[in-house]
């Protein structure tokens, strides 16, 4: 059974940083492409970034591109997502998610495993 855990969330001031974790188990993140998402109150829920399995390419969306980075390490099996230059629209619950699909990273459809999701709070 697969299973993803996030951690890492909370609350910051805008212009400060968080690092999120999400940690996988049943399922080598190495093998599969892994994406962030995030829902803000009232919102659909957005593509935030995405890192496939073999050449490590990322994906990012034009509204964190330049502050945010994706990244993995196989032998923890764990994905993370820096978050620099934070801002309040940032506010939203981030999903980490693995996708055995080779394309579309984009679509939260795409994706066959979600976690719980961690609360980002970034106030003005």
């Known amino acids: 059974q697969v299973q993803l855990v996030e951690s890492g969330g909370g609350f910051v001031q805008a212009g400060g940083s968080l690092r999120l974790s999400c940690a996988a188990s049943g399922r080598r993140i190495s093998d599969y492409a892994m994406g962030w998402f995030r829902q803000a109150p009232g919102k659909e829920r957005e593509f935030v970034a995405a890192?496939?399995?073999?050449?490590?390419?990322?994906y990012y969306a034009d509204s964190v591109k330049g502050r945010f980075t994706i990244s993995r390490d196989n032998g923890k099996n764990t994905v993370y997502l820096q978050m620099n230059s934070l801002k309040p629209a940032d506010t939203a619950v981030y999903y980490c998610?693995?996708?055995?699909?080779?394309?579309?990273?984009?679509?939260?459809?795409?994706?066959?495993?979600w976690g719980q999701g961690t609360q980002v709070t970034v106030s003005s």
């Open positions: 890192i496939t399995w073999s050449a490590g390419n990322t």
């Open positions: 998610a693995t996708s055995s699909r080779t394309y579309g990273f984009f679509a939260g459809s795409r994706y066959d495993y």
